[in-house]
T-cell receptor, first 114, second 113 residues
Framework: NAGVMQNPRHLVRRRGQEARLRCSPM?????VYWYRQLPEEGLKFMVY????????ESGMPKERFSAEFPKEGPSILRIQQVVRGDSAAYFC????????????FGDGTRLSIL | AQSVAQPEDQVNVAEGNPLTVKCTYS??????LFWYVQYPNRGLQFLLK??????LVKGSYGFEAEFNKSQTSFHLKKPSALVSDSALYFC???????????FGKGTRLHILP
């Protein structure tokens, strides 16, 4: 059984470019979460999605960041016009959405902005 | 609002000694509590959870955690530490009222050979 798959593992962009991070949840999981982690820091919640719906985006910056989880295909975290401060590790997690069930994490995408 | 606190940024333990990583929480209603471990350049790995039942929960790699309702704590423990246990450990909480999981800021565990 494949776990949560994130790609790419490493992504390098120049300032002003767009970054697209992909996440395929575990089989049978319909809930996806995105987190951001800076070096030597904890996880910062960004957004919680179910298929075709954004449930909670309270952690998303108001500008340049968007997320989707279409009916078919992976969840996408999109960062437009990247800046140096966007450099971080971005983690995706999935769960079956049942009460008390843990989230399962991918190995992250490390985004570097030149 | 739900919250979780890990009061120690770093814990150092000699190999073979028992270890404890502390966690306290605040939640409305009954909590669901989790521990995760993160190794370098990897995602978080689920270790164990408390939902209901016995206060002592056993998980992966010999770890266990004790739920203490009166102290609102869920400390992670292991009787005998290994050097390979060195990693970043996260405590997390959710509840039936809010299924969003809130993570602590993490505690870095160093096991000294």
């Amino acid at each position: 059984n494949a776990g949560v798959m994130q790609n790419p593992r490493h992504l390098v962009r120049r300032r002003g470019q767009e970054a697209r991070l992909r996440c395929s949840p575990m089989k049978g999981h319909s809930h996806v979460y995105w987190y951001r982690q800076l070096p030597e820091e904890g996880l910062k919640f960004m957004v919680y999605l179910q298929k075709e719906n954004i449930i909670d985006e309270s952690g998303m910056p108001k500008e340049r960041f968007s997320a989707e989880f279409p009916k078919e295909g992976p969840s996408i975290l999109r960062i437009q016009q990247v800046v140096r401060g966007d450099s971080a590790a971005y983690f995706c997690a999935s769960s079956p959405g049942q009460e008390g069930q843990p989230q399962h994490f991918g190995d992250g995408t490390r985004l570097s902005i030149l | 609002a739900q919250s979780v606190a890990q009061p120690e940024d770093q814990v150092n333990v000699a190999e073979g000694n028992p270890l404890t990583v502390k966690c306290t929480y605040s939640v409305s209603g009954n909590p669901y509590l989790f521990w995760y471990v993160q190794y370098p350049n990897r995602g978080l790995q689920f270790l164990l959870k408390y939902i209901t039942g016995d206060n002592l929960v056993k998980g992966s790699y010999g770890f266990e955690a004790e739920f203490n309702k009166s102290q609102t704590s869920f400390h992670l423990k292991k009787p005998s530490a290994l050097v390979s246990d060195s990693a970043l450990y996260f405590c997390a909480v959710s509840s039936w009222r809010d299924d969003k999981i809130i993570f602590g800021k993490g505690t870095r565990l160093h096991i000294l050979p």
